[in-house]
């Protein structure tokens, strides 16, 4: 179940945040669930929205730390994997 937070409720009203970030950590579940040896799973980052990115990091700040971006949970999460796994590598 990706989550489209561009989207409004049925009265036109945007979608609750508390909701939205609720049914965010649902679906972080389900994706660590589905992938137990993944960084995501293993590591567990903070879930953010910025505007329709949601934004999956392990530090302070993106800067200083590991994040994914993507337009959903799932590809935040899958982003933040790739993202992990190549900070581990050595840089030649």
């Not at 990115?53 to 337009?71: C, H, K, P, Q, T």
Request: aromatic residues 4%; glycine residues 6%.
């Amino acid at each position: 179940m990706a989550i489209d937070s561009s989207k409004k409720a049925a009265s036109s009203k945007p979608l609750d945040e508390d909701a939205i970030q609720t049914a965010a950590e649902a679906e972080m579940d389900r994706y660590c669930a589905e992938h137990p040896r993944s960084p995501s799973a293993q590591r567990r980052p903070r879930l953010l929205r910025r505007g329709d990115i949601w934004v999956a990091l392990l530090g302070n700040s993106m800067e200083d730390g590991v994040s994914g971006l993507g337009g959903t949970v799932e590809a935040a999460l899958r982003a933040f994997d790739v993202h992990y796994r190549n900070s581990l590598r050595p840089r030649e």
